[in-house]
Structure formats: C-alpha cells, structure tokens
C-alpha cells in the first residue's frame, strides 16, 4: 500500500506549489501538514514524495520562464562554438548557474544521512522559520535595492547559489527565503532577486526530484499519489510563480517575515503541547 493517499497527494502538492518559491520554507510548510495530517515526517517514502512532487513546481518554472530559458541555453549553446560570443551577458549566466549548483549537490550527498535523520525534526523547522525572519528583515532592510538582473555576477551567482545550502540543511529556513535574502544583501532589487532565485532553484531542485525518484517508488510512496501530487504542484506553483513577481515589485518582504514568525511560534506551541510529534 502506498504510505500517502490520492487525497493526501493533492493536499501535499498544492501545499508544495504555493510555498516552493515563496520565501516561507516549503520543505517545513510540507512537514508541518505531513504532520497534522498523520503522516510519520521521517518516513523514507515521505521524505522521498516531498522531493519529487518539487518536479512538479519546477516544471512550473521551466513553462512560466521558458522564453528566457531558451534564450540562456542558446547563448550558452552559441558561446561554446564561438569565442566572440562568451562575452554575452547569458553566455556568462548559463554557466554561473551550473557552478552555483556544485555546492549544494555535494553537501547534499555529504549530508544525506543528517538531513533524512535528525535535521528532519519539526523542531529544527519551527526554528528556521524564525531565525529565517530575521534574516530575511535585516536583507530586505538593509539591501539598497539598486542592482537589476543584468548587473548579477559569477560572485552573486556562487554566493546565492551556496545558501541554499541552509535551507537543505535547516528546513524551514527556506531556498527562496536563503537566496532572496543574500541577493538582497547584495543590493539587487526585489524582482531581481526573486528572478535569480528561481533560476538557481531550476537544477537544485530538478535534480533532487529525479534523485529522490527511485527511492520514492521504491519505499511505497506509490505512483499515482505521486503523479498526482506532481501535477497539482505544477499548476499551483504557476500561479504562485505569476503573483509572487507582481508582489516583490510593488512590497516588501515584510508580510513574508510576519507569516513565518507567526507559523513558528504556533509551531513551537503545537510541538510543546504535544498536538504534532517532532
């Protein structure tokens, strides 16, 4: 028997497709319903749907950005065969995405067994989400805001690249909330910031959905709660995607910091009380 129903599934990926490029933590928004809902946090087959429903989202990005993808590759594609073409901005950008990647991929192979263990805990999330806030008020407070997309570099890209690794090791700290946040103290703009964290976020987590995928089958996480999951993630997540660019570029993150706050504190209480198991 598959270890999460249909009905969970869909609860799960729309839980997965609002919060996987908000800078609210999806990995502890998933682990917290996961939670509510029953559903053991550690189990390896969980652990494993909550990776390759994220397939889902990133195929949202992939759609929802897919002009400026084909434009990167092309670029990338062009500068290979033709030196004069490497000076291009998106030459330069495809590459920078791919070495912005390895630092993740080889602390998450490292650290395997901690985040699938002990980092897996409720209690590290309610935790993240509240150290996040912080971090994420004092980027967007002091971020001078003064730096497009076009004005990113090899050190922007390595720099937010490398802390996703504190969402993969603290969930509830948030990949978005982790790269918008150091791309903001690296004085980009908000929309700047979220566009480049959605750019990094595109391997990261593509490659985790097709690692995990194996043993996703393999533990009873069940295909079709899988697919389903997967596709009401992917539809969610656009819309997410779509509202999320219209809203950094008129507000704040100061919302997202209250909401997190909020969700940590009321997770701590619903741990202390006994109501959720870490």
Known sequence: MSAISIGQAIVLGAVEGVTEFLPVSSTGHLKIVEGLMGIPVD???VIGF???IQVGAIAAVLVYFSKDIARIV???ARGLRDREERYHHDYKFAWWVIFATIPIVLVGLAAKPLIKGPLASLWVVAGSLIVGSGVMWWADRTGRHKRGEDDTSFKDAMLVGGSQILALLFPGFSRS???MSTALMLDLDRVAATRLSFFLGIPALTGAGLYELKDALGTG???APLAVGTLVS?????ASIAWLLKFVAKHTFNAFVIYRIVVGVLLFGLLGTGVLHS
Do not use: I, K, M, P
């Open 43 to 45: 189990d390896d087959a």
């Open 50 to 52: 909550s990776a390759v």
């Open 74 to 76: 092309s670029a990338w």
């Open 177 to 179: 909330g982790a790269t």
């Open 221 to 223: 996480a069940g295909a």
């Open 234 to 238: 992917f539809v969610v997540a656009y």
